[in-house]
């Protein structure tokens, strides 16, 4: 077979990865292939402050989780019985994807979250995401939403999700509120034999101008990787060739931000392309 070469663009980027504090839980030592664990929040309604600066962040909220619809044994919700924004993992590779709701209903300014996983008290590149409410435009509600493969260490290791503000608007009646029913976790184990590539960048990568789309170029594999017979990437670039037929499980995540001093509204779209098509 002739290997496929799979090409990630974005119209702007920085730090972007693509994936492809320990409690006493009980977790299924190394964790069970399957396993799942479906965790909401039925609860909400804390707010956001905002950012000091304008280039630093609000306070964060660490979501807590008041019930477990599904927890397999590779997964335990508030194993210290202290803290429900804990979730303990079995050691190995974990699908994760989330999604958290802000709502604002007062106010007429803009405000945006942004929101990431920790993974042992290291906060996570991968599956970051970001929503803009502006209540001025008649948008009251935002949702933001991500995912990807993390690599645990160490049975027990913990997974909390985070959310802050990184807008400076000093309106006291637009602070986001977490609604209710408007945050899910869900976890699957994978099978550690598989083929796994993680990469991402570690310095900044230039924009684009216009509506051309520019290739994300990764520089850094994370250690995690097992790449195998599956996967060929060449450093500094953004080309990955799949080196076998058949299904391939892939995440992308890219920053991007733009420098002040500029009014004019820009937006970035993200794609995958298989031997230069999109889909």
Do not use: C
């Amino acid at each position: 077979m002739i290997p496929s070469k799979l090409l990630i663009s974005s119209g702007f980027s920085r730090e972007p990865r693509i994936v492809a504090a320990v409690a006493s839980g009980q977790v299924t030592p190394g964790g069970t292939f399957a396993d799942k664990a479906i965790i909401l929040e039925v609860g909400g309604g804390e707010q956001l402050a905002v950012a000091p600066t304008a280039a630093g962040f609000g306070a964060s909220l660490i979501h807590d989780f008041d019930t477990g619809l599904t927890v397999d044994g590779s997964y335990e919700l508030n194993p210290s019985g202290g803290n429900a924004t804990e979730i303990a993992l079995s050691a190995g590779r974990h699908l994760v994807m989330y999604d958290t709701r802000f709502d604002a209903t007062v106010g007429t300014n803009r405000a945006e979250v942004l929101a990431n996983l920790n993974l042992a008290g290291v906060p996570l590149a991968i599956g970051r995401s970001q929503g803009f409410l502006r209540r001025l435009g008649g948008s009251d509600e935002m949702v933001l939403s991500g995912g990807g493969i993390i690599t645990v260490a160490s049975d027990d290791d913990i997974l909390t999700l985070e959310s802050r503000r990184s807008d400076t608007n000093p309106s006291a009646t637009v602070l986001p509120t977490r609604a209710a029913n408007g945050t899910a976790i869900q976890l699957l184990k994978l099978d550690d034999s598989w083929d796994f590539l993680s990469l991402q960048r570690s310095t900044n990568q230039a924009g684009t101008i216009g509506t051309a789309f520019t290739d994300v170029s990764y520089d850094t594999t994370d250690p995690t990787s097992s790449a195998g017979s599956a996967f060929t990437f060449a450093g500094a670039s953004g080309d990955v060739t799949l080196e076998e037929s058949g299904l391939y499980l892939v995440f992308a995540n890219t920053r991007i931000e733009k420098g002040g001093g500029n009014s004019t509204r820009t937006n970035y779209q993200q794609r995958l392309a298989l031997d230069g098509a999109e889909f």
